[in-house]
């Protein structure tokens, strides 16, 4: 309760408070930008005059479990030298899904772990707004993450683990010494199988499962440059933490996970860098600073069960 109130002591910058209405639906706060932009944005110019005013109305984070409107009056603009006209730019908004940059922020940690129509009421945010900050949050984050390679990966054991979920079979990709879930992919063909194996550096193992059928099979084991192929059961001996870990995770899935969609299970699986397990190799050598150079070894299994644990509860429902 204090702490939406404490985010509150941040006012949006440049804005001057018109008014503050409490219904007993939510909280609506008139705001109105101040100040002049430091200039045109097409020619540069400063000749910059009022041009009349908008009313945009956005959605913030709410304040003692009230939603929160912002109706914020913003003036429009026009360049007097070429002539262009456009809106006064605001710091820390979304445009796109008209909502604060925090209320984004907000809705994308909370929806790893929380259904969405649950979400929306909490916020006070309706459920498909829910749904397309998440989508687009997840789209731009996970175009990211596969612009990746793995150089960590060199001579190193790889897993490749089946798990059916939302009644679908993926593959999980498990660097067995680091314990971490590197890839995973939404379905098993060959086109999928082969651009995870080419973005690894050469490795020194590849477990494969029975599943993949034996074409499937030929093909990865063709794409590894002579590394050891295991089947994926031998896990059980030669990685017992991993293969503990794949378990646990199976189970988590099929229970508290079961209900929520494959993106939800990648958002938390793969894109949630708290969960990444990182170490430093040397200092950036293109740095001017002293930078240091990281190796990201994906997502540490452990972290992500003692997460999924203790942040989903026991019967989730969908979203
Ligand atoms: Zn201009």
Request: aromatic share 6%; with cysteine; charged share 20%.
């Amino acid at each position: 309760m204090s702490n939406s109130l404490d985010y509150w002591s941040l006012p949006l910058g440049e804005m001057r408070l018109r008014h503050m209405t409490e219904t007993p639906s939510g909280i609506v706060i008139g705001l109105e930008t101040e100040g002049l932009p430091q200039g045109c944005p097409v020619c540069r110019s400063k000749k910059v005059v009022g041009y009349g005013q908008l009313n945009l109305r956005i959605r913030d984070l709410p304040i003692n479990n009230k939603a929160v409107m912002l109706d914020i009056r913003r003036r429009r603009l026009r360049c007097n030298h070429c002539g262009v006209t456009f809106n006064q730019p605001i710091a820390h908004i979304s445009e796109r899904h008209r909502a604060t940059t925090r209320l984004v922020q907000k809705v994308w940690k909370s929806s790893l772990s929380m259904p969405f129509a649950h979400l929306a009421k909490v916020l006070g945010v309706d459920e498909k707004t829910i749904r397309n900050i998440f989508n687009n949050t997840y789209v731009a984050k996970l175009h990211q993450f596969q612009m990746r390679s793995y150089p960590h990966t060199h001579q190193a054991a790889i897993a490749v683990y089946p798990l059916t979920i939302l009644r679908k079979p993926r593959l999980l990709w498990v660097h067995c010494q680091q314990n971490c879930l590197i890839e995973i992919n939404a379905n098993i063909n060959a086109e999928d199988l082969s651009s995870s194996l080419q973005r690894f550096a050469p490795i020194a193992t590849l477990y494969l499962p029975m599943e993949l059928g034996t074409e499937l099979r030929a093909t990865c084991a063709g794409l590894t440059n002579g590394a050891t192929i295991v089947e994926t059961d031998q896990l059980a001996h030669h990685h017992p933490a991993t293969y503990a870990c794949l378990a646990d995770l199976t189970t988590l899935v099929e229970t508290r996970l079961a209900k929520r969609s494959f993106e939800v299970f990648c958002a938390n699986a793969l894109l949630d860098k708290t969960l990444h397990k990182t170490t430093r190799t040397g200092i950036d050598p293109q740095a001017t600073n002293l930078r240091y150079q990281k190796a990201n070894f994906g997502t540490d299994l452990t972290r992500l069960i003692a997460k999924l644990e203790r942040e989903l509860p026991a019967s989730n429902t969908a979203g």
